[in-house]
């Protein structure tokens, strides 16, 4: 009696055994988990995957503000390149992104950065505004730049001159020529004649695209 039982129990063993073995080598199809990350390949060309790597930031709140408030008002300056109102908005937001930069190295403001202890300052404002979003920034003031005219007085001194840099308009930059009069030099003052970025391309050989206002 004892002997059959034992044989029924081996038997029945041997069979759990059997069947789980069969499952576990059976290949099942994985049904969906939302709790399971999910995985793509990812374009690198696609338009969604650059904007992605150009909005990088150092995430401060303050400057990814003024840095927004650039790209805002440079792209509706570009829609609108003869709207008042627009460029006012545009050059106030640019004048508030500079001197950002200024206040991390003050000698950009007055024009009077050497070395040492300046470039110190000089290397802390480029890392703080060196950030993929900052390129981003940049590029799209050189684009409004080449769309939009500005002309020398357009932005305060203290601004112009890293503002023009940044968008590459030498057309809006006081130190681009030597003085004639002592003091700051801006629209009102300066008896030069003010080229504008038409004459400039000019003489380089370059086609000014930029929009005829009328005035």
């Given amino acids: 009696m004892s002997t059959l039982r034992f044989l029924g129990l081996a038997v029945g063993m041997f069979a759990a055994v059997f069947v789980g073995m069969r499952w576990l080598l059976t290949v099942h199809a994985m049904q969906p988990d939302a709790r399971l990350p999910t995985f793509h390949q990812v374009d690198k060309d696609s338009p969604r995957f650059q904007l992605e790597q150009t909005s990088i930031s150092d995430e401060d709140p303050t400057r990814d503000r003024l840095r927004h408030e650039v790209l805002d008002d440079a792209k509706a300056l570009d829609d609108d390149p003869c709207n008042p109102i627009l460029k006012a908005r545009y050059i106030k937001a640019v004048n508030d992104y500079a001197h950002a930069w200024i206040s991390i190295a003050p000698c950009l403001g007055n024009h009077t950065c050497r070395s040492g202890a300046d ?41 112009a001159t890293l503002v023009a840099t940044m968008a ?42 930029r929009q005829d206002c009328g005035h």
């Avoid at 703080?128 to 003031?141: C, I, K, N, Q, T």
């Avoid at 930059?173 to 300066?190: C, E, I, K, R, S």
């Fill in 168 to 209: 590459r308009d030498g057309s809006i930059n006081p130190l681009a020529m030597h003085p004639t009069t002592n003091g700051p030099v801006n629209a009102q003052n300066d008896p030069r004649p003010h080229p504008g970025m038409a004459e400039i391309r000019a003489q380089f050989g370059d086609t000014d695209n």
């Fill in 119 to 159: 470039s110190a300052l000089m290397d802390r404002a480029a890392q703080a505004f060196g950030s993929p979003l900052d390129h981003r920034v940049r590029e799209a003031m050189v684009a409004v730049h080449e769309k939009a005219r500005f002309k020398l007085g357009d932005f305060p001194n203290d601004t």
